[in-house]
T-cell receptor
């Protein structure tokens, strides 16, 4: 299995532009997570999907952020409009079941720089 | 709310020396605890997890961790460090109905020849 696949690996954009990050979870996994990693705040859970349905989006910082999962093999995280403080590494992870004791498999991340 | 504290943002050891990375947790209910490793420009990889079975948990690459309820600790150890162990290590806790991992701030392990 290729693991969790994220694209792009790197994204540089100007403030005010729309940014879309993409994720393909491991085939058969029914839970998907988006995390953000920054020096200041460490790793934070942004949103969790189970069977394509958003279960907890309490970590989404503000209305500029939105996430979708139109099917079991694809998810997007969109930032519109982007701001310099959104610069971070964004990770997608997937797991089977999503229960608290199961392993989450992480993608390699998308490094976003907003200038 | 649950949380984890990792003591030491950087730990330096010599190759062949004992590795000890500290993690203390706070949780009002029995926790599930995890150690993840992150190599440069990579995602996180699970090293090991505690899910209320054996208190001594063995993981990949020769790492192990011991759950000590009385000390609210879950320290990560490896008897002999290897150069390839140089990475950032994250302790995480969860005890909710789903896998809402709460991560520590991470400890960067440096291994010198």
């Amino acid at each position: 299995d290729a693991g969790v696949i994220q694209s792009p690996r790197h994204e540089v954009t100007e403030m005010g532009q729309e940014v879309t990050l993409r994720c393909k979870p491991i085939s058969g996994h029914n839970s998907l997570f988006w995390y953000r990693q920054t020096m200041m705040r460490g790793l934070e859970l942004l949103i969790y999907f189970n069977n394509n349905v958003p279960i907890d989006d309490s970590g989404m910082p503000e209305d500029r952020f939105s996430a979708k999962m139109p099917n079991a093999s694809f998810s997007t995280l969109k930032i519109q409009p982007s701001e310099p403080r959104d610069s971070a590494v964004y990770f997608c992870a997937s797991s089977l079941g999503g229960q608290a004791n199961t392993e989450a498999f992480f993608g390699q991340g998308t490094r976003l720089t907003v200038v | 709310a649950q949380s984890v504290t990792q003591l030491g943002s950087h730990v330096s050891v010599s190759e062949g020396a004992l590795v000890l990375l500290r993690c203390n947790y706070s949780s009002s209910v029995p926790p599930y605890l995890f150690w993840y490793v992150q190599y440069p420009n990579q995602g996180l990889q699970l090293l090991l997890k505690y899910t209320s079975a054996a208190t001594l948990v063995k993981g990949i690459n020769g790492f192990e961790a011991e759950f000590k309820k009385s000390e609210t600790s879950f320290h990560l150890t490896k008897p002999s460090a290897h150069m390839s162990d140089a990475a950032e290590y994250f302790c995480a806790v969860t005890n909710t109905g789903f896998q809402k991992l709460v991560f520590g701030t991470g400890t960067r392990l440096l291994v010198s020849p």
